[in-house]
């Protein structure tokens, strides 16, 4: 029985680390923004939604058009589009909804962000319609087994393909200039200023950075559930902005440890809750768990698990 | 031509106009009977909300088209169909927003959980509400003489399950998930009580959200309970992508799910994964039901899409509505709900009559396994 309950317990984990990683890639992009401008970009999570939606539109779209076409290059097309189409959008978003209220009290974009995020989810709404959409599989999902638990290919992709990007998001933001101008206008963005660094380019390339994210972690989301709808972004940027939180917001780092650790205490919290607590607490109080967890984080380390990291706006 | 004199002008074409209008009022059409319809017309089961609401649709055409006179007057039909979103709270709005456009009736809604709450609206009102799919028990044993139902509910299709799921399919180890729903508990609770009276273990409860599309870690746990049967209480939106998921983590223990899953929408979103599993449905198939055949093709040319699930039971719904109107010669609902508590009706899914709570007597449930593709039709219980 033991070496059984190793195998679910291994399980619980891949599940969590998979959740966990999508966590990680929007939670990023919450804390990037978050870093820079002092704004919780609450739209965040609809252009993880947007970047599902195109990539399931450009797939239906291949598909139909032109069946012959192998299917890696089906995926990696959507991929490309989705990125594109998300890029955009955030570059707008910054432009036109954030950057006029630079200067106004921070309730003010707050309160855009939401509506951002309303007017992006009602888009979503009026071109996708609103049933759950079936997202054709171009990597058919075969399950393999690694001690006793089972991954999808699909799943060790997410895995796999966060580690990367997060891996080269690090490198980009400590041994790029763009990289560097990034980190001294997360500081001081005043005096970046008077150092030369162009104030708005950079913090379009971090809206587009963080976009292009959330569009990898839109794709990698749909396939592995197989559905995408207008809806979906909502309460995933809520729990990836939990995990920025948990880390430490505006932390690189602790926005992926926050991710991860979130996954982790997701999957766990709703694998074992139920028995830990004989059967007084359910499943269902999975979310209830996670946010539990957060509180007594931050009640305990209110700059979260690995400090803040916010810029001094003098 | 001076100030004073335009204005007089004015004033005598304001007055012309508002006379012409007037006039025309009295000569126009008889307003239209408002028949109210609620049903979840976004959101995870759009797809289903939208299907009853063409069965009324079509219904309310065949009757316009046949010119009925009631009261004397002739008759014309409009609906007022509401979206509640599947969500309780919405729901009670959309009740109320029918109650104060004065429909007549109201057909819906479609989910439990919606339609409890929204029932005491409509009773408050006097209003009569059918409801073609709403299963849980609670909605017909509030003592409301306004609510009625043309399906058979859940305390009957949760003992089928349980029966079925020990004596037929052999289920020693059951676990069971529900989507804390009115409807996914109620049938649950319902089903549990039949498989443990049938002899069934419940290794586990397991549950989940309306919301959720992420199930590995819940399923996980019932894999290491080593469970034989996984029953779901909830709909196709949630047991589309579970029936994946549980293939995925390579869980071998038979599924079965209540009427939520019996429908074309789970079969798409489960894809090859749907194979295998096993769903109930009140009523029988289309193809078995008296006017079956006849009513999907007069859907089909009409909406050129497929019957999702409830169509039929809307459709029906809203004739026997109507008929109840006819033979009481009234759209006053003080004067029709007694004929309609005491009516009998041959519709397209069968003999409509209702029992003392509202309920349909000699409803019947049916059994389907999923088979390449297609929900294969295994056997029907009671009717």
Known sequence: ???????????????????????????????????????????????????????????????????????????????????????????????????????????????????????LQTLAMLIWGRRYHTVPAVIPPTPHTLAGATVTNVQIAIIVASALIM?????????????????????????????????????????????????????????????????????????????????????????????????LIESLGAGYVGDLTGGFLGSHYQDVFAFLVLISVLVFRPTGLLGERVSERA | MNTRDWSIRLKAIAAGAAAALALAACGAKEEAIKIGH????????????????????????????????????????????????????????????????????????LNSGTTIPASKIYYDAGLAQISPSATNVTYTHQGFKTAFRVMANDAQQGKVLGDYAVHKLGAKNIAIIDDRSAYGQGLADEFEKAAKAAGGQIV?????????????????????????????GGMDSQSGPMMKQIKNLGISSKFLTGDGGQTAEFLKLAGDAAEGAFASSPGVPLDKMPGG??????????????????APYAYDAANVLLEAMKKADSTDPAKYLPILAGITFQGVTGNIAFDENGDIKGGSISLYQAKGGKWEYLDTVGG
Not at chain 1, 72 to 95: D, S
Not at chain 2, 293 to 310: P, R, S, V
């Open chain 1, 1 to 119: 029985m033991a070496p059984f309950f190793v195998a679910i317990f291994l399980q619980q984990i891949l599940n969590g680390l998979v959740l966990g990683s999508v966590y990680a890639l929007v939670a990023l992009g919450y804390t990037m923004v978050y870093g820079i401008l002092g704004l919780i970009n609450f739209a965040h999570g609809e252009v993880v939604m947007v970047g599902a939606l195109v990539s399931l539109s450009v797939i239906e779209l291949l598909l139909g058009a032109a069946p012959g076409i192998p299917a890696p290059l089906v995926g990696a097309l959507a991929l490309a589009a989705a990125i594109i189409v998300c890029m955009t959008i955030g570059f707008l978003i910054e432009r036109v909804a954030y950057r006029p209220l630079r200067r106004a009290p921070r309730l003010a974009p707050l309160i855009t962000a939401i509506g951002v995020s309303i007017l």
């Open chain 1, 167 to 263: 891996a080269a998001l690090m490198g980009l933001v400590h041994f790029t200039r763009l990289g560097r101008a990034m980190r001294a206008t997360a500081e001081n963005p005043t005096v970046a200023g008077l150092m030369g660094v162009n104030i708005n380019r950079i913090i379009s390339a971090t809206f587009i950075i963080g976009s292009a994210l959330a569009a990898v972690a839109g794709v990698l989301v749909s396939s592995n559930y197989g559905i995408a709808h207008y809806y979906m972004g909502f309460v995933l940027g809520l729990k990836a902005f939990t995990a920025a939180v948990l880390g430490g917001i505006g932390n690189l780092p602790g926005a992926m440890l926050g991710g991860l650790l979130l996954g």
């Open chain 2, 38 to 109: 609620a049903g979840p017309l976004t959101g995870p089961v759009a797809h289903l909300g939208k299907d009853n609401e063409n069965g009324v649709r079509l219904a309310l055409d065949e009757a316009n088209a046949a010119g009925l006179t009631i009261g004397g007057k002739k008759a014309t039909f409009a609906m007022q169909s509401e979206d509640d979103q599947a969500d309780p709270k919405q729901g009670a709005i959309v009740a109320q927003k029918l109650v104060d456009a004065k429909v007549v009736g109201v057909i819906g809604h």
């Open chain 2, 204 to 232: 586990t409860r397991e549950f989940t959200g309306t919301d959720k599309t992420d199930f590995n870690a819940i399923l996980t746990s019932i894999k290491g309970k080593n469970a034989d049967l996984i029953f779901y």
């Open chain 2, 293 to 310: 055949k006849a009513f999907a093709d007069k859907y089909k040319n009409k909406f050129k899409i497929e019957i999702q699930l409830y």
